[in-house]
């Protein structure tokens, strides 16, 4: 053993590390936005020594989760009126740490990218006004991503669930005086709310019905048939409902693009790595219960496999680098997604670990090349290749491994999911296929229109992040990070090379499953021909996009104009912006909300005002004619109380 046995303690400070830093920042250093940087790079870099720790105690293990202690939080007896109305469960809410070998591997790709997001955005957010801030939001995000990770509790994942919504929200509306940027925020936030409705529901459900909130037990009873399928698939539904929006999976896929309003490091942290990993680790982490579910492991797959295809398709049509790359991680997800559902734990997870650094690298390289250029779109640039060699030689790499090029890690986890579907589902099979010469095809696309040609002249930079003159290399601050990245880009995927046995990763992932869970798993070993194929198909899409966008042996305006009606419908994202915006808001829920308020307005509000008026009209005249002087009419009101009274006492009597 390298290191003796993490304590509870460390595992904590992991997550306490970045809280610690958000409250520095927030309480001393912000008006010292430069240690505000400092701080939280060294709160997140020994988090990520301590989570080194974690993984290496771990492995030593033999995957085997770490036993730590449990604290209660919460704890509301069946004495409770609420509860008994509810059918009598008692709540408890205990605190406990969970660490095996998904939640370490886990652990470590968010503090390594994280920590080299922070290093770089120390040059790419250099003038910028809000730096301070800047660095406050991402301590937060970081804390609640760690914390989505440490707990075995379903509702404390739902807890840390909700505030990586929040934290997202604060970075994509980073820069609030964009108006672009704040409806950016706010479409994010709305969109993954709608699925984390159906998340909520699915733990609802679950305690009413299983009286806990505790994964391990809960895995127990789905496998045991201590739950009925109902339940199993409906629970099953509710979390890929959350999965659906935070992992931006069709339909709730709409807001990943817009988030790109944000800063790059942004980009780079939270929807290549880190966020939108979150619905695919909720799958993973609940795997043993969607495995009880053909329903709920069917609809995984079908919904990754066409949000893969769907995605791809975008990306091929779209000039701003960013939101090339956005739609290339929605696809990248749907594939995880894709994988999952065809029983292929290992293999989405490993595509997970591989995908988390070659795309934060290629979001890093597009902030470098807005950096040297002032712009996103890939209509003004070209020619970068000479002027910025370790962007360019980085960004190739990057765009080699998504592409699923031999021997980079992109290769070795793409062809464990293909040879996993292979194995489950045909129909889906040829659908993966197809999005390899996509993802290919659109890679190299941004290679060759950023990279290669003439330079067209880039555009006046925003927010400070600017060039100067002709276009030049990053600061080695911006730099290093996506050299550092470029390493596990490359070689990662030597960490579960297949064979006849489980490697590295896939015996620590196995060792995070129950064991008839871990049985029931699908192995697909090394498939030569598969492999050929995927492979050829890539290199089939990298000389498409080299014969159309360098030796222009068919122009891509001509192609454009072709195919122009298809080119316009794919270029306007289907026009699914159009049908949540303007049917689904403006014209459905916000005509609804519109009418309805002014129907309660005008019927209850005003009702109730001009009901009360007129009964307090009414009652005045009736008293008027009471006391209206009469000896007649206050002896006949007298008797009427007389008789009313004697009636009710012999009632009273009878009693």
Do not use: C
């Amino acid at each position: 053993m390298l290191l003796p046995v993490v304590p509870e303690g460390v595992v904590w400070a992991i997550l306490l590390l970045p809280v610690a830093s958000l409250l520095i920042i927030g309480f001393v250093t912000k008006p010292y936005p430069r240690l505000s940087g400092y701080v939280t790079i060294a709160a997140i870099g020994t988090a990520f020594l301590l989570s080194l720790w974690v993984l290496d105690s771990i492995i030593e293990s033999d995957g085997h989760r770490l036993a730590f202690s449990s604290y209660e939080w919460v704890k509301v007896h069946t004495d409770n009126p609420v509860l008994q109305r509810l059918g009598g469960q008692s709540l408890e809410v205990r605190l406990a740490l969970n660490i095996d070998g998904l939640s370490a591997v886990m652990l470590v790709v968010v503090t390594s990218v994280s920590l080299l997001v922070q290093v770089y955005s120390q040059g790419y957010m250099e003038h910028d006004g809000g730096y301070s801030r800047y660095f406050a939001w991402m301590s937060l995000f970081t804390a609640a991503m760690l914390g989505l990770l440490l707990f075995d509790s379903i509702l404390m994942i739902y807890v840390f669930w909700e505030l990586v919504g929040l934290g997202s929200y604060l970075l994509i509306g980073f820069w609030f005086h964009k108006p672009s940027a704040a409806d950016a925020a706010k479409k994010a936030f709305l969109t993954t709310r709608l699925g984390d409705i159906g998340f909520l529901l699915a733990i609802l459900l679950v305690w009413t019905k299983a009286g806990t909130f505790d994964i391990p037990v809960l895995q127990e009873m789905a496998h045991s048939g201590a739950l009925s399928d109902t339940v199993i698939t409906l629970f099953a539904l509710g979390l890929f409902a959350g999965a659906v929006g935070k992992s931006a999976q069709f339909p709730l896929h709409v807001w990943l693009p817009d988030a790109m309003e944000g800063p790059t490091p942004v980009s780079a942290l939270i929807h290549a790595a880190t966020m939108v990993a979150a619905g695919v680790y909720l799958v993973a982490r609940m795997f043993p219960v969607f495995q009880a579910s053909d329903v709920a492991m069917t609809t995984v797959a079908y919904i990754g496999g066409f949000t893969a295809i769907f995605a791809a398709s975008m990306g091929i049509v779209m000039t701003d680098i960013k939101r090339v790359l956005a739609y290339s991680t929605i696809s990248q997800l749907g594939y995880m997604m894709l994988a999952l559902g065809a029983g292929g734990y290992v293999a989405a997870i490993f595509h997970l670990f591989t995908h988390a650094y070659f795309k934060a690298m290629l979001f890093l390289g597009s902030g470098s090349v807005n950096h040297a250029t002032g712009t996103f779109d890939m209509r003004k640039m070209g020619g970068l290749r000479r002027s910025m060699p370790i962007t360019w030689a980085t960004f190739l790499i990057g765009s080699l491994s998504l592409a699923g090029v031999f021997p980079l890690a992109g290769f070795w986890s793409k062809d464990e999911i293909l040879g996993t579907v292979w194995h489950d589902d045909k129909l889906l099979f040829f659908v993966a296929m197809a999005v390899v010469f996509m993802t290919a095809f659109y890679s190299f696309r941004a290679v060759f229109m950023t990279f290669e040609g003439e330079y067209r002249g880039g555009e006046a930079p925003e927010h400070g992040n600017a060039h100067h003159g002709t276009p030049h290399e990053s600061p080695w601050v911006m730099a290093a990070p996506l050299l550092v990245l470029a390493v596990p880009a490359a070689l990662a995927g030597f960490t579960n090379v297949p064979n006849d046995s489980l490697q590295a990763l896939g015996h620590l992932l196995h060792g995070s499953l129950p064991e008839e869970s871990a049985h029931a798993l699908h192995h697909a070993g090394f498939n030569a021909v598969i492999a050929a194929a995927s492979t050829a198909l890539a290199l089939a899409g990298i000389a498409l996009a080299w014969a159309i966008y360098v030796r222009r042996v068919v122009p891509a305006d001509d192609l454009q104009r072709t195919f122009g009606p298809v080119h316009t419908l794919v270029a306007r994202k289907y026009y699914m912006d159009e049908l949540y915006e303007d049917v689904v808001v403006r014209r459905g829920l916000y005509a609804f909300a519109t009418r309805a308020g002014q129907w309660f307005d005008t019927n209850v509000v005003d009702g109730a005002v001009n009901g009360a008026g007129a009964l307090t009209r009414r009652a005045g005249d009736t008293l008027r004619w009471v006391q209206s002087g009469s000896v007649q009419a206050y002896g006949t009101v007298g008797f009427a109380g007389l008789v009313i009274a004697s009636l009710l006492m012999l009632l009273l009597v009878e009693r």
